[in-house]
């Protein structure tokens, strides 16, 4: 009927395969389950081609049809498995590159870092010498608000000389206008007391003179009494 | 050295381009005027002497970061050593596919084989009937 090769190749071509789900299963399946269910064995071995052949001629068909099915079924579980296989692989590649790159990351974050600490340092320098100017300028400051506030109290104190002065020179002018009038008074009072004293001795005087007069009136009696 | 190679040499050092990145990326060198050679001479010195200084910072780091340093190689050496023996699976994995390949090929052949005896003995048997 055929050649061998031709046999083979004939009913190579007549495999079909099917439910791919159980093909690409990744747990263990028994071989005459994956014949049976993932190709068209069962259809090949009783088409009306094969039960057409005689007994032994038809035996040897369904032996090929077996192989063949079973051949392909291996080989298409085979190339699953290398599909998953180069999927695993490139995943590899993918994190061996994911790595590199983390550890690129890392490097550049070190980088920063070591930066990042020099500036650390020389900040700290900068602020230790700052702070002894800082401290310098705050002594100076305090000495200068010091400086300001004797300056200002001196300032007080010369304004209330001032006015002091003021007011002493105002009183000085005073008391002069009033010294004048004083003396004045005074010199009035002399004036009186001393015309006072002198009615005074008048008086005296005339009460001397009166009481003369009197004396000199009673001898003068007496006088003209005796004469009588 | 001459300017171009100083110029590369700088540009492979600090990880630029151009002159206007190595500006933005170096406060250093901003008072630099690039159109001298000592300009370059000076940004390589600076350069090579901040690589130096980090190299050995990395290697001898301050001691806040010393364990964390150190878990970094040590997790990146065991993530090499895990990621050799997934590689050495996979190469297994494929070898295995391959000698699959093959048996299933053989498997087609061998059948043929198989085949071819049986009708042998067939023609043979047959033949001695016929005798």
Request: charged share 35%; proline share 1%; aromatic share 6%.
């Amino acid at each position: 009927m055929y050649d061998d090769k031709a046999l083979f190749d004939y009913w190579h071509d007549r495999v079909e395969l099917r439910n791919w789900d159980l093909m690409a299963s990744p747990d263990h399946v028994q071989t005459h389950i994956l014949r049976h269910e993932c190709t068209n064995y069962d259809e090949l071995r009783k088409s009306s081609a094969v039960r057409q052949l005689d007994g032994l001629e038809r035996s040897r068909v369904i032996t090929v049809i077996k192989y063949q099915c079973t051949a392909r079924v291996l080989q298409n579980r085979a190339r699953q498995l290398r599909e998953r296989v180069d999927q695993i692989e490139h995943t590899y590649y993918e994190q061996e590159q994911q790595k590199s790159k983390l550890l690129n990351i890392i490097r550049a974050l070190q980088e920063k870092l070591f930066g990042k600490d020099n500036q650390i340092d020389t900040l700290k320098k900068q602020i230790s010498v700052l702070k002894v100017e800082n401290e310098a300028l705050r002594t100076d400051a305090e000495n200068g608000r010091a400086e300001a506030e004797l300056r200002e109290s001196l300032e007080r104190l010369q304004k209330e000389y001032e006015k002091v002065q003021k007011r002493r020179q105002e009183l000085v002018q005073n008391n002069k206008s009033l010294g004048g009038r004083v003396a004045h008074t005074k010199r009035f009072r002399k004036e009186r007391d001393e015309a006072r004293d002198i009615v005074e001795q008048q008086k005296q005087q005339i009460d001397i003179l009166k009481k003369e007069n009197q004396y000199l009136q009673q001898e003068n009696e007496k006088l003209q009494q005796a004469l009588k | 050295m001459k300017l171009k190679e100083l110029r590369s040499k700088v540009y492979e050092l600090a990880k630029v381009d151009n002159t206007k990145q190595l500006k933005a990326k170096y406060t250093d060198f901003k008072h630099l005027d690039m159109r001298f050679k000592v300009s370059w001479k000076t940004a390589l010195q600076t350069l090579e002497k901040q690589g130096n200084d980090f190299k050995n910072w990395l290697e001898n780091p301050p001691e806040e970061y010393k364990e964390m340093f150190s878990e970094i190689q040590e997790v990146s050496k065991k993530y090499d050593q895990s990621a050799s023996k997934t590689k050495h699976l996979i190469q297994n994995l494929q070898s295995i596919t391959d000698s699959l390949d093959e048996t299933a090929a053989e498997l087609q052949g061998e059948a043929a084989q198989l085949d071819k005896q049986n009708k042998l003995a067939r023609e043979v048997n047959e033949q001695a009937k016929l005798n």
